[in-house]
């Protein structure tokens, strides 16, 4: 039997609840007209759809028609820039909302535009408490079929990304006898590591852009399908792009829709957990719970305007336009990026970083500053073959703090401030990634993907130090790396490396820092002589107002254990995390985070350190002895 074109608005949206968001500028409650079943929404009453904040994702409150109308408008818009289309429910909050590790990705600016609706009975539940007026919730899987009928009556191009081939030939076939006057240009259905890889993502957003399709239907799962769209959906030409999950399982009849009964009582979480336990009860029944705190706890009637930092603010005078290519700016001059390094018996491996550097200065102006710890001449007579580099003897080992903090006393003015260490070696076009990136977020700091020797990916991602996370990372380790956040500081999760994101901080080997973050954040704090130093600096960036952000183009190599290691070593790492809490947690849970690492230590006193760290954090009369900043001679500066 063929599908009604036009389907009443009624059985569409069976499940219509209270809700209310504030466009942006515009207060909440801005009336929406009276009759909730025209079909005939006017483009006064789209424009003037108010957004609301849930959960820290705003969200547009639309009537169905509304919806369609801007959706189906939009993809017969030749001039507007791509529009990505979400419904909101507690899985997007808990991937996007307040405190999630995507915040911020489907911010503007950025190529594609958002229009994320309403979907899931609590989201739509605190709209109404914020509000004061009840909306429906549209998922995607409700809007796609007279979505299909509008698209077939405009004549509109229709492309589908995501699902098996299996799912793909089934629709396919259906849509021969039910709606043959669909265009359907293109069915793609791309390997998961594809969707991984940078350069194959965008093959695939080049073959698609080949097909033209008006609009592309993203069905890959919440996260990746937002994250995919957020960064290649510009480059497929489609004009909308439907992030609509699991719509090609419904279009094919591999999942049931929950009946009438339980959307009315808004149990069709339960009806999908019944039929898929084994995939969807941790979403549920696990993450779902904390997704709802943070709807309850961050949710709004107003959404602000984002305001961005103007690359104004990163500007500095040109250099000296007639330098070679390759070759450094002087100390005394100003550049796009100052290289700040911080070197301890480091002669073998300056060389490759340096050599590493002077390709990025082929396109990025680069001054290079040296602050050398070591005992010896060995360092400083290696970057003696490299004139153009500025090198500072600070007269003794002061850290890796005290050590940067040498460095910037002659770095001069710059930009930004690229902070590295010294068995780094920077992959072509890493520093102008991380540039750009922090142009278009306004970043006060991003981090790059670091890369061990045999090309894997350092987890190099950290989230805030508190209390459960540190008894988390007691208890587990590196095991159970599948862990809520809230029981691990590192992001172990390979997602994460993927897709750019803001983070709470990073392992300090590189950190490229905005001369408006370092202005206002001033010198590292060296009570932190090595370890923690950068936990510290991170936590001063976000609390001036700053984001920090990774860049997953921004790739490099690190040789890691350049510090060493010793029993003191992994005393003072432990010691260190105790001093950041006494910092900054307050008495009580800073006595509560000690505890957590001294159970940490006595889990491991069969490892090689353990048992001095275990000692060094339950007796304080200790940290004296363990190493700290020393002063042999006067510093040599140039």
């Not at 289309?85 to 991937?95: G, K, P």
């Not at 594609?112 to 509000?131: F, S």
């Not at 005992?375 to 003794?396: N, Q, W, Y």
Request: a neutral charge; aromatic letters at 8%.
């Amino acid at each position: 039997m063929l599908l009604p074109k036009i389907m009443p608005v009624g059985d569409l949206l069976h499940r219509a609840v209270p809700h209310f968001y504030p466009r942006r500028g515009v207060p909440a409650g801005v009336p929406q007209g009276e009759d909730h079943h025209s079909v005939a929404a006017s483009a006064e009453t789209v424009a003037k759809a108010p957004w609301v904040n849930l959960g820290g994702v705003p969200v547009k409150l639309m009537e169905a028609e509304g919806a369609l109308r801007e959706i189906l408008d939009r993809a017969g818009s030749p001039d507007a820039p791509p529009l990505g289309v979400c419904s909101a429910n507690l899985d997007h909050i808990r991937h996007f909302g307040t405190g999630s590790r995507w915040i911020g990705t489907l911010d503007p600016p950025a190529p594609v535009e958002w229009l994320t609706l309403i979907d899931g009975a609590p989201l739509a539940t605190q709209a109404r408490r914020l509000t004061s007026k009840t909306w429906p919730r549209l998922a995607g899987s409700d809007l796609i079929h007279p979505f299909l009928a509008g698209a077939a009556a405009r004549g509109l191009r229709l492309g589908f990304l995501g699902g098996s081939e299996e799912t793909q030939k089934l629709i396919a076939s259906k849509f021969v006898t039910e709606r043959p006057e669909l265009k359907v240009v293109g069915w793609w259905a791309p390997a998961r590591s594809t969707l991984g890889d940078a350069a194959a993502s965008r093959r695939l957003a080049r073959e698609i852009r080949a097909a033209s399709p008006d609009v592309l239907i993203v069905c890959l799962g919440k996260p990746r399908q937002e994250l995919w769209i957020a960064e290649y959906g510009h480059l497929t030409g489609a004009k909308v792009l439907l992030a609509f999950g699991a719509v090609v399982d419904f279009l094919a009849g591999n999942v049931r829709r929950a009946p009438s009964w339980a959307s009315s009582h808004s149990l069709e979480w339960a009806w999908r957990l019944m039929l898929e336990p084994r995939r969807l009860a941790r979403r549920y029944l696990v993450e779902g719970p904390e997704a709802y705190v943070k709807l309850r706890t961050a949710s709004s009637s107003d959404v602000e305007p984002r305001k961005l930092l103007s690359s104004a603010a990163y500007a500095v005078p040109e250099p000296v336009p007639s330098r070679a290519p390759g070759s450094f700016v002087p100390a005394t001059e100003a550049a796009d990026v100052a290289v700040v390094v911080v070197t301890y018996n480091n002669a073998d491996d300056v060389g490759p970083l340096v050599a590493s550097l002077r390709k990025e200065a082929a396109d990025v102006s680069i001054k290079v500053v040296v602050a050398d710890n070591s005992p010896d001449e060995s360092t400083l007579r290696e970057l003696a073959h490299h004139p153009d580099i500025t090198a500072v003897r600070t007269g003794g080992n002061l850290g890796y703090a005290g050590g940067i903090n040498a460095a910037f006393s002659v770095a001069g003015e710059a930009g930004s401030y690229l902070i590295l260490n010294p068995d780094l070696r920077v992959e072509p076009g890493a520093v102008a990634a991380m540039l750009q990136r922090m142009d278009e977020q306004g970043a006060g700091m991003v981090v790059p993907v670091l890369l061990d020797d045999d090309g894997s990916i350092y987890p190099s991602l950290r989230r805030e130090p508190g209390v459960l996370r540190a008894l988390g990372d007691a208890a587990l380790g590196s095991h159970a790396k599948g862990r809520p956040g809230w029981l691990s500081e590192m992001d172990f999760d390979t997602e994460s490396y993927l897709h750019g994101h803001r983070v709470d901080w990073a392992t300090g080997a590189a950190l490229l820092i905005s001369s408006a973050a370092s202005e206002a954040v001033g010198a590292w704090d060296e009570q932190f002589f090595l370890y923690s130093e950068e936990t510290d600096y991170c936590h001063r960036v976000r609390s001036a107002g700053f984001s920090i952000w990774f860049e997953p183009a921004a790739r490099m190599w690190h040789e890691r254990g350049g510090s060493g290691s010793s029993p003191q070593l992994t005393a003072l790492m432990s010691v260190n995390r105790v001093r950041y809490a006494e910092k900054y947690l307050g008495r009580g849970r800073a006595l509560a985070f000690r505890g957590a690492v001294l159970a940490a230590e006595i889990a491991r006193l069969n490892k090689a350190g353990h048992r001095d760290a275990a000692l060094a954090v339950l007796m304080q009369r200790r940290w004296e002895r363990l190493p700290h900043a020393t002063r042999t001679t006067t510093a040599a500066t140039p």
